[in-house]
């Protein structure tokens, strides 16, 4: 994939397919070790030891509606290409967490992509989960949680224009805040 946004997007739709309620997301970037780890937690069905050690073949898919499964092994290997390194853990009946380091000084290093997007994407096109996007620069951090937003909310839906506008501009203002105020 271009953009690793969209393997994010593609390890979280593997994640609703699970029947997952909560999903967090996590990018976070040390400058001082070169380094980007991104991780996918669930709380979902989770699986076996037989398919947590076949799903990072690309032949491998619990889907029906196609024969392989790209997402996993993708991943694994645009960490892998920079000298990074991808784990992937489950429990059945308790969720799966997919975890990538990758080595931003590569020159194999693909792009984090827009992540605004991607969870603006996630949160309004599945209502019924919820879901924690924390993004981290070094010292600087922010967190969205999906919960609280709908306490506060209260009956207006997260897809409501307003919210959808809102969303967009507090995760880009708060991305570029971690880089200084500009990106």
Sequence with gaps: MRELSLNVLDVAQN????GASLITLSVLEDYASDTLEISILDDGKGMSPEQLESVRDPFFTTRTTRKVGM?????????????????????????????AL?????????????????????????????????????ENEFT??????????GEVPLDSPEVVEWLKGYITENEQNLYGGAK
């Design 15 to 18: 994640s609703i397919t699970a």
């Design 71 to 99: 997402g996993i092994p993708l991943f694994k290997l645009a960490a892998e290409q920079t000298g990074g390194k991808f784990d992937i853990t489950s429990e059945v009946g308790v969720g799966t967490e997919v975890h």
């Design 102 to 138: 990758f080595k931003t000084d590569s020159v194999d290093f693909t792009p984090i992509g827009d992540m605004c997007s991607t969870v603006v994407m996630l949160i309004t096109m599945n209502l019924d989960r919820d879901f924690i996007y924390r993004r981290s620069y070094g």
């Design 144 to 153: 969205l949680d999906t919960r609280e937003l709908k306490t506060i909310l």
